[in-house]
């Protein structure tokens, strides 16, 4: 019983602070003027475990920076630095685990891949975070069901943006 509620506890620690798959945790600096962003360059961060999901996230992000009226520039030398952080894991869907178990499947077939997947933006000058943003989702091998999820949790990261430009 101790063993179990370890591991309840760990899980839990584990688990505060990352979002849950289809929400976005986000952060910005509300002393900054946004508006006044003009430019920005793309620098590294922990790129994705595939190039070609690193090439989905860079084209996604580029477009919701073109959106916000940001054009891009060369390394850091814009208003602020925009890069991106991806991590892959697996995950396990209990309940059908639980209905695997029962008919005495293979229990790899509960399992599931998942990302996450962190925009951060500083200002080029100072290194100050500006604004962060951070999602979850669970992804489909498959490419094309892929690089559709990867550019749906880059727009919804995107609506998390403090400055939306508005509709004309």
Do not use: C, E, W
């Given at each position: 019983m101790l063993r179990i509620s370890g591991l309840l506890i760990l899980l839990m620690v584990?688990?505060?602070?990352?979002?849950?798959?289809?929400?976005?945790?986000?952060?910005?600096?509300?002393?900054?003027?946004?508006?006044?962003?003009?430019?920005?360059?793309?620098?590294?961060?922990?790129?994705?475990?595939?190039?070609?999901?690193?090439k989905t996230i860079v084209a996604a992000i580029e477009a919701e920076m073109a959106s916000l009226g940001l054009k891009r520039v060369d390394g850091a030398t814009g208003d602020v630095t925009v890069r991106y952080l991806a991590v892959r894991s697996t995950s396990v869907d209990l309940e059908k685990l639980e209905q695997i178990e029962k008919q005495g499947g293979?229990?790899?077939?509960?399992?599931?891949?998942?990302?996450?997947?962190?925009i951060v933006m500083d200002d080029a000058k100072s290194n100050r975070r500006l604004w962060a943003a951070d999602g979850m989702e669970r992804l489909n091998?498959?490419?094309?069901?892929?690089?559709?999820?990867?550019?749906?949790?880059?727009?919804?990261l995107f609506e998390t943006y403090p400055a939306r430009p508005t509709s004309k």
């Open positions: 584990f688990a505060q602070g990352r979002p849950a798959p289809g929400k976005v945790n986000s952060t910005y600096d509300k002393t900054a003027n946004f508006t006044a962003l003009k430019t920005y360059g793309m620098v590294a961060g922990q790129p994705a475990f595939d190039p070609a999901v690193h293979n229990q790899a077939g509960a399992d599931y891949t998942v990302g996450r997947l962190v091998p498959a490419a094309a069901d892929r690089d559709q999820t990867i550019k749906t949790v880059v727009t919804r």
